[in-house]
């Protein structure tokens, strides 16, 4: 058998999808459709912009400057595109693989090994590399119209962008398929998951530490920025592809038709079909076998207790039903990858935070606003957690939630127990950005008791918030659990959180805002001295309303979700 039957069968299973979306769901495929015109509109009118200044708003001495410019731009683009792809490919390769349930099918037809790897191959290709593929076109067109580039630079550019995506994906399917062979696919998984983490960690600390805004600041000079683009050469970056796609197109927009002749057209060409049989060579042989020992071998059920009564539980004082209720938190939590994986996504965020607070320019004459624009910062990254982990709690329970409704254990105690699982959590990682954000901003010491008082009292007002809307407004029906916070409830309770938080802040602007009356459009009259640490009677106000506030919106989820009838929807 051929390959022609494969692609037959991928070609005829995504004509029928499409005929089901567009009959079953027009709507949203209008939606959707509008929304991606919309953006690459947008984004062709904002890359247009940029070169359009850089090239045809410049004078033609300074065009050499404009050239460095823009190729660096491009050059360290399509390098971080290039470790996108790669790891993207790593992903995508193990459902396309290993997980996919038309591999059973697959494996058992008169194909080869190395036509079914190809097939494979190239779908996950277009499942990682397609929507990159589509938002790239018209940036790398919209520098050749600028740069005078001739009619069939457009047709030849998505040949060489496919080419230029084939050599990551050549690269990590085989890649992938020896892990599979050496490590269990769960536990596979997971290393990618960490892998990607520590990778963003590192780029995203390693931007911020390079301090881009100083080299403008030391280099900024006319004559400097002509000597540096004068001297400007490709890094010697041999091994990157994105660098051969982008020296090859410079070199056709240079040259014209004799760009083609060009060595770094040649190198990626080479690269991607060399890289392509390489790939087939050590992936085709270890296909079957993988996916064989990927397979899931059924484990003999073991009969043990449940430490339901331990004596830790029983002095918290709680009963073997609240017991089995946090057990079962900490075990989903635990074994659930989507779950701990986003947790472990949000330190390299919450750090990189911390990393810009610590260089934010002019402290002394900004101070006043930095202080509150950090309290309001905890705030929302508090809120923004609280959509993710709280406000699903809820609706995570599924259609068995009516087991509970028509058992004697109250829904109530349900409701507080999951509240205090998981704010016990954000209630320490308030305190930790404010003792930190205090220590990298240079505020003074005496002022973090007050301004932690009123931080973790937000803190408790926004994850009851999120309890109560997610119990009143839960999703019982979902393919996937990010649905849920999407939701009409979700974005409801982002708007009230947001709200709250600007309300939060301004009590602590209050005196400012007095002090501008009439002239509240003239910038002259905002003296940002007059906002001050929070005084006693806020300290007290404030802590108190975020307390009967916690306890209104329990009870208002509590009495929504007792009063629910249906589970399944």
């Known amino acids: 058998m051929h390959v022609h039957p494969l692609l037959k069968l991928r070609y005829d299973l995504t004509a029928r999808s499409l005929k089901t979306l567009v009959s079953r769901e027009f709507t949203k495929l209008v939606v959707l459709g509008s929304t991606t015109v919309l953006f690459l509109g947008l984004e062709t009118l904002f890359f247009y912009r940029i070169f359009e200044f850089l090239f045809l708003r410049t004078e033609p001495a300074l065009h050499i400057i404009s050239r460095a410019l823009s190729l660096q731009l491009l050059n360290m683009v399509f390098l971080v595109f290039s470790v996108m792809l790669l790891y993207s490919n790593l992903v995508t390769s193990i459902s396309v693989f290993l997980t996919s349930t038309d591999m059973r099918m697959l494996l058992v037809w008169p194909v080869s090994s190395g036509i079914l790897f190809l097939n494979k191959l190239l779908e996950t290709l277009i499942r990682s590399s397609l929507v990159l593929a589509v938002f790239v076109i018209p940036v790398l067109w919209t520098y050749g119209h600028v740069r005078g580039a001739q009619w069939w630079y457009y047709l030849a550019t998505p040949i060489w962008l496919v080419l230029f995506l084939f050599i990551p994906g050549a690269v990590a399917t085989p890649l992938m398929l020896l892990l599979a062979r050496i490590f269990p696919l769960r536990r596979l998984q997971q290393g990618l998951v960490a892998l990607g983490l520590i990778a963003m960690t590192a780029g995203l600390f390693a931007f911020r530490l390079l301090k881009v805004e100083e080299v403008f600041f030391n280099a900024g000079r006319p ?98 039903g609240d017991a089995a209720i946090v057990l079962k938190e900490a075990k989903v939590f635990t ?111 005496r002022h973090l008791r007050p301004s932690l008082i009123l931080a973790l009292s937000t803190t408790l007002l926004l994850t009851s918030m999120a309890m109560g809307f997610g119990a009143a407004l839960p999703r019982f029906r979902y393919e996937h659990h990010l649905e849920i916070p999407l939701g009409p409830g979700g974005v409801l309770y982002m708007l009230s959180a947001l709200s709250s938080s600007i309300v939060y802040v301004m009590l602590l602007a209050l005196p400012m805002i007095r002090s501008l009356r009439g002239g509240l459009f003239e910038w002259g009259n905002w003296d940002f001295s007059k906002i001050h640490p929070p005084d006693h009677l806020t300290m007290i106000a404030w802590p108190v309303l975020c307390a009967a506030g916690t306890l209104t919106w329990l009870l208002f989820g509590i009495a929504c979700l007792g009063r629910r009838q249906e589970f399944d929807r």
């Open 335 to 445: 074994r659930d990858l989507s779950r701990w994986s986003q947790v472990a996504m949000m330190i390299p965020l919450i750090g990189f935070y911390l990393l810009n607070m610590h260089l934010l320019p002019f402290r002394d004459q900004f101070r006043e606003i930095y202080f509150l624009l950090n309290l309001f910062m905890i705030a929302f990254i508090q809120a923004a957690i609280s959509a993710r982990y709280l406000f699903p709690s809820i609706s995570w329970e599924g259609p068995a939630l009516w087991l509970l409704r028509v058992s004697p254990y109250p829904m109530w105690r349900l409701v507080v127990i999951k509240f205090v699982f998981l704010t016990v959590p954000l209630l320490i990682l308030t305190g930790v950005l404010c003792y930190f954000s205090f220590s990298m901003l240079g505020f003074e010491q």
């Open 223 to 320: 004559d400097q920025l002509v000597l540096w683009a004068s001297s400007f050469h490709f890094p010697e970056w041999s091994w990157a592809p994105g660098t051969w796609l982008i020296e090859a197109i410079d070199q056709v927009l240079v040259g014209g038709a004799n760009g083609l002749r060009s060595a770094a057209l040649g190198r990626l060409l080479v690269g991607a079909l060399g890289l392509s049989v390489f790939s087939t060579l050590i992936g085709a042989p270890l296909l079957r076998r993988t996916w064989e020992r990927s397979m899931p071998v059924p484990l003999r059920k073991t009969a043990h207790r449940m430490p339901f009564g331990s004596p830790l539980l029983a002095a918290l004082g709680l009963g073997r």
